[in-house]
């Protein structure tokens, strides 16, 4: 384990108190997934113990850090247009500062890209370096440019400030990195070996978050499953002591791996009032010869009788996955596997993907490659197909009466909806007021849309 050094502290001390002007404003715009906005948090905590402020846009900001994903090509591309878009305001207000910073950071080779292409950019970092933001921005304040990528780090950091969204619901990342090396996936490669944070630190920060009026807390890990098995404890073990804590109303956790899924876990599930009925369960493929291709260690049969046990222990859960389409060598036959998983299971949602090569990923240099237009046609077929099942799944839901955390409003339309969500993931609006968010409140639902419900308070 490791926490920011003395000297680190120092240097977060010396930046706040004499070196960056009053009044800059940060913003930091996130790319991906909610590891990365968990990430964000923690920057923006050091962006302000630096003495930064919070943004209220990108215009109105002194320091734009891009925090970057690289799992699919797409996402990537998006980084570089925005960033190149950028020169003209850096050549008429030279004081504007740049970083860039994550997952497509942490890849040597792209880094170097950046650094090369787009000299305007003044900070660039991987994902192993965050808590040695405070030594980089002092030398970029000095006029320096910096660009720091080094080694996955085999240490788990602690202690780094975070500046949480403000509200009733964050996460709380319990371990890092990924061991599984799925053919696809760049993410071991950027986020390094499984890496748990001792339980301790977990149910202390838990704790703090109940104190400070969080109620709904988000576990986050790559595959939380396989939390603690580098430290003597187990994924379950974790949840039962978390359901203690007082003031923590909802637990939820993501991602699962299916091939870590215990017994254990169905039990707490099933067992702790707390633990949220919904799992995010990625499947990836239907077919036995892709899933092996993929190195996902588990069947088409296997994740079925998962699903069984899931909703045999757990009768009211709701299940969402991840699928790739057009993975190397994926024949009409192997989608029809994939879409007759997805008839079989009834997901409540899905997220779907159109196969990226990623450089160094086994996959990328796999034979029979897909063309674009192909796996185009696939993912619209499995989204057709998809929607029919969101929309049986959200057609059961009609009558149904149960407790929703007010996540937003959405003041667009004629009448003013509130938005939130059931504890099995389930999301419904209805009519409601801005004041609502952060409140949990008894909703029925009244009527099945394509993505969600529609329903009114109820007053018992
Ligand atoms: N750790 C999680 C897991 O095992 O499912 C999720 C990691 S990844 C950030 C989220 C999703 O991105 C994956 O579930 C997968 O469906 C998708 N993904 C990862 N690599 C991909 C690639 N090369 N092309 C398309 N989709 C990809
Ligand atoms: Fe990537 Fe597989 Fe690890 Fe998920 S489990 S992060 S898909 S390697």
């Known amino acids: 384990m490791r926490g920011m050094s003395a000297q680190e502290q120092d240097t977060l001390t010396r930046l706040r108190d004499e070196i960056t002007p009053r009044g800059l404003k940060y913003y930091i715009e996130t790319y991906g997934c909610q590891m990365n906005m968990n990430d964000s948090e923690k920057l923006a905590g050091i962006l302000c113990a630096a ?12 320091f734009l850090l891009f925090n970057t994903c690289c799992v699919r090509d797409h996402a990537e591309k998006r980084v570089f247009g925005n960033i190149g878009a950028l020169k003209q305001r850096k050549d008429e207000q030279p004081h504007f500062l740049i970083g860039v910073c994550g997952c497509m950071m942490q890849q040597e080779a792209v880094a170097k890209k950046l650094y090369k ?5 003044d900070l660039i970092f991987g994902t192993h370096q965050m808590h040695e933001l405070p030594n980089m921005l002092q030398r970029v304040m000095s006029g320096e440019r910096v660009l720091f990528n080094a080694e996955p780090d085999s240490n788990v950091v602690e202690g780094l400030p975070v500046l949480r969204a403000p509200g009733v619901s964050t996460s709380v990342s319990i371990m890092f990195g990924c061991n599984n090396f799925c053919s696809y996936c ?3 490669y950027v986020r390094g070996r499984e890496r748990s944070r001792e339980p301790e630190r977990i149910l202390k920060e838990i704790t703090d978050l109940a104190d400070s009026g969080y109620s709904e807390i988000t576990l986050l890990g790559q595959n939380v499953n396989s939390y603690g098995k580098d430290i003597g404890t187990t994924f379950p073990e974790l949840l039962y002591a978390a359901a203690k804590i007082e003031g923590i109303r909802r637990i939820r956790f993501m991602t699962s791996h299916p091939k870590d899924v215990s017994p254990a876990l169905i ?10 009925h919904h799992i995010h369960l990625p499947v990836q493929s239907g077919s036995d010869r892709i899933l092996r291709l993929m190195n996902r260690g588990y069947t088409h049969q296997r994740y079925l009788e998962l699903v069984a046990q899931l909703r045999g ?7 969402t996955t991840d699928i790739i389409v057009g993975f190397p060598g994926e024949t009409e036959a192997d989608f029809e596997d994939t879409l007759e998983l997805v008839r079989q299971v009834g997901f409540s949602a899905a997220f779907t993907f159109m196969y990226s090569p990623r450089p160094g990923t086994r996959a990328a240099e796999m034979p029979d490659q897909l063309p674009q237009s192909e796996k185009k046609k696939r993912l619209l077929t499995l989204n057709e197909l998809q929607a029919s099942q969101t929309k049986k799944n959200n057609e059961k839901y009609i009558g149904y009466v149960g407790d ?19 504890q099995n993931f389930k999301m419904v609006y209805f009519p409601g007021h801005a004041d609502m968010i952060g409140q949990y409140l008894r909703v029925g639902v009244k009527k099945a849309q394509k993505n969600s419900l529609i329903g009114e308070i109820i007053h018992e």
């Open 51 to 62: 003495g930064f402020s919070p943004a209220g846009s990108k215009e109105d900001a002194d």
């Open 117 to 121: 292409r787009y000299p305007f950019v």
């Open 186 to 188: 760049i993410v071991p």
């Open 267 to 276: 039990r707490a599930m099933a067992d702790l009032p707390k633990v949220c």
């Open 313 to 319: 222990k757990v009768p009211d859960i709701e299940i």
């Open 404 to 422: 929703i955390l007010v996540e937003g409003c959405d003041t667009r339309g004629a009448e003013a909806l509130a938005y939130g969500k059931y």
